[in-house]
T-cell receptor, first 115, second 113 residues
Framework: QKEVEQNSGPLSVPEGAIASLNCTYSDRGSQSFFWYRQYSGKSPELIMS????GDKEDGRFTAQLNKASQYVSLLIRDSQPSDSATYLCAAPEAAGYNQGGKLIFGQGTELSVKP | KAGVTQTPRYLIKTRGQQVTLSCSPI?????VSWYQQTPGQGLQFLFE???????NKGNFPGRFSGRQFSNSRSEMNVSTLELGDSALYLCASSLGGYPYEQYFGPGTRLTVT
């Protein structure tokens, strides 16, 4: 059974700082990874996808993937109070054909950005 | 492009009743996955439908069932409701192939009393 693990937090950072969220996964065969943001009382929103080793940047967000270490992270630069939410890391349970419809989620990291 | 829609948004039912939830995916998406989210268990996978066929199934009892129609819309049914079924039920839409990006609807908040 594949596992995806995150520190539950809460993680508190001051406004303008870099927030670093981390995730580890158990299956070396994993091919794609996703970061979702979930505001309290709302549904998860896909904010980043990453498939290759290295960094992927999108605005203030950078996803980093290290397949050798089975580690994926999300950096949020210039953190804003509006970034305060729970961040969920996810990966498909299996990479094989017809196997990707089930995402395995970490427990989520609660981020609080203080003004 | 319109996003994923779910109806109803809120539902209150009594133990023993049954409930049907509906999900309309993003246009062109053929896969619909259903998840249950509770504070204690996080996001748990229920099942996935692709081209009207159940393609993946989670570890939920048979009281939880689903189906998908030819227009990719999906329904989820829970029979004989229990108090523990109170949760946020989320559906997620995707194209159905690698890399399996999923986009969530707003969810249905089910309360069982």
């Amino acid at each position: 059974q594949k596992e995806v693990e995150q520190n539950s937090g809460p993680l508190s950072v001051p406004e303008g700082a870099i927030a670093s969220l981390n995730c580890t996964y158990s299956d070396r065969g994993s091919q794609s990874f996703f970061w979702y943001r979930q505001y309290s009382g709302k549904s998860p929103e896909l904010i980043m996808s990453i498939y290759s080793n290295g960094d992927k940047e999108d605005g203030r967000f950078t996803a980093q993937l290290n397949k050798a270490s089975q580690y994926v992270s999300l950096l949020i630069r210039d953190s804003q109070p509006s970034d305060s939410a729970t961040y969920l890391c996810a990966a498909p349970e299996a990479a094989g054909y017809n196997q990707g419809g089930k995402l395995i989620f970490g427990q989520g990291t609660e981020l609080s950005v203080k003004p | 492009k319109a996003g994923v829609t779910q109806t109803p948004r809120y539902l209150i039912k009594t133990r023993g009743q049954q409930v049907t939830l509906s999900c309309s995916p993003i246009s062109g998406h053929r896969s619909v996955s259903w998840y249950q989210q509770t504070p204690g268990q996080g996001l748990q996978f229920l099942f996935e439908y692709f081209s009207e066929t159940q393609r993946n199934k989670g570890n939920f009892p048979g009281r939880f069932s689903g189906r998908q129609f030819s227009n990719s819309r999906s329904e989820m049914n829970v029979s004989t409701l229990e108090l523990g079924d109170s949760a946020l039920y989320l559906c997620a839409s995707s194209l159905g192939g690698y890399p399996y990006e999923q986009y969530f609807g707003p969810g249905t908040r089910l309360t069982v009393t």
